[in-house]
């Protein structure tokens, strides 16, 4: 099974820059009448010049552009409401104010503008500037979403998902997913992946989710690559072929993605006669990076690798370290490997290496204080001492 194929992308595109907002925003306007506007205001919007305030931000001169998105906001401008609303809520040329921000989105999307629509539910989704409401959300969402922006459908998606706003509804989130995939939204590939494979609207489908978790991994998705890559090695959905799971492992194992790294290196340490070489070098490289990320089998492959001298010159005292790191980060069938390891060790060696385990899990708990797992290692001394004849 994917170990990832239920952990959906949750990541909503807040802010875009204003500039390329603004001006898809006004090219939607120029075909639409501003709604609810009073007629002689209608006619000021119509007469009133965006464009020099789109040119002034571009500039960088927000000073000019605030001023003039406020004349324009004053009248009911749709376009100079949005980009006000902006620029209040980046804190752009002014202070940072979120409930101005909201009351400009508000104006902007009831008079139908998309962009509008989607910041507007994003403030009420994240609580800015206005107490955390995801009925409102979803409502605005859904507006965007039916005018086709993809991000509001990924979010109308993700929402129904979770039963945000309204009751949970996989076959919803799915439908909406699949509206924002085919515009090549990235994480509504991926999350259309996940519910093809789990099974949570109809019988598994791997290999129609595999389709999508291609193509959310072309567009760069790390989670994506992982699973394409882990359906790959294991002839999921997929003929079996080694070098295409080490392609896609290796993408996301450059993204930083730890399991990537972790399953990349096992790869290399095993070999496969059908598609990938064994090359100790690479696998010590990237059972290296997940090890210093405290990756607990990383640590006991690194361990073998230096134990066992593959690839590289025999280093006990490595070797015991990190058997000790890999067994107090949860690699229970480590402390065997360490026990059988220190019978081989004099007690210099074995001191040393006790040594830079514990430097080096000072290190880590400094910069991750909330992430060791303290384990003791059994000591046959203290455990005679303590237990009773």
Do not use: K
Request: hydrophobic content about 40%; glycine content about 8%; aromatic content about 12%.
């Amino acid at each position: 099974m994917i170990s990832t194929s239920l952990r959906l992308s949750r990541r909503l595109t807040t802010l875009m820059l204003c500039g390329c907002l603004s001006q898809a925003a006004l090219a939607q306007a120029q075909d639409q009448p501003a709604a609810d506007v009073p007629a002689a205001d209608a006619a000021a919007s119509e007469r009133f010049a965006v464009e020099v305030g789109l040119e002034a931000f571009q500039n960088e001169d927000y000073d000019t552009a605030l001023s003039v998105f406020t004349e324009g906001a004053m009248i009911g401008h749709a376009i100079a409401q949005y980009n006000l609303a902006l620029m209040y809520h980046q804190g752009i040329g002014t202070e940072q104010n979120f409930e101005r921000a909201m009351q400009l989105y508000a104006l902007s999307a009831q008079q139908g503008i998309v962009s509008a629509q989607f910041s507007l539910g994003v403030m009420y989704d994240q609580g800015q500037g206005t107490e955390q409401n995801y009925r409102e959300a979803y409502y605005w969402y859904e507006q965007a979403a039916q005018q086709g922006d993809a991000n509001a459908q990924y979010a109308v998606g993700t929402m129904n998902f979770y039963g945000q706003g309204r009751a949970e509804n996989f076959p919803e989130a799915m439908r909406w997913y699949q509206e924002a995939a085919r515009q090549g939204h990235r994480d509504s590939q991926y999350n259309l992946g996940v519910l093809l494979i789990s099974g949570l609207v109809s019988e598994p489908n791997p290999t129609a989710a595999l389709t999508w978790f291609t193509m959310a991994a072309d567009n760069g998705s790390a989670d994506a690559q992982y699973n394409a890559a882990l359906m790959y090695a294991t002839g999921q959905g997929v003929e079996r072929d080694a070098a295409q799971a080490r392609d896609y492992f290796r993408l996301a194992a450059e993204q930083g993605l730890r399991d990537a790294q972790t399953r990349l290196g096992i790869l290399y340490a095993t070999g496969d006669q059908a598609g990938v070489a064994r090359d100790y070098e690479q696998a010590r490289y990237w059972f290296n990076r997940s090890a210093h990320r405290g990756d607990a089998t990383a640590q006991y492959f690194l361990a073998r690798i230096f134990a066992d001298g593959l690839g590289i010159e025999q280093n006990l005292a490595i070797a015991h370290m990190w058997y000790e790191l890999a067994y107090r980060f949860g690699y229970e069938h480590a402390i065997s490997s360490l026990e059988r390891l220190s019978a081989e060790m004099d007690e210099e060696t074995t001191l040393q290496a006790r040594l830079m385990a514990a430097r080096w899990m000072r290190a880590y708990a400094e910069q991750n204080p909330d992430t060791v797992r303290v384990t003791r290692i059994p000591d046959e001394n203290t455990d005679a001492n303590n237990n009773p004849p």
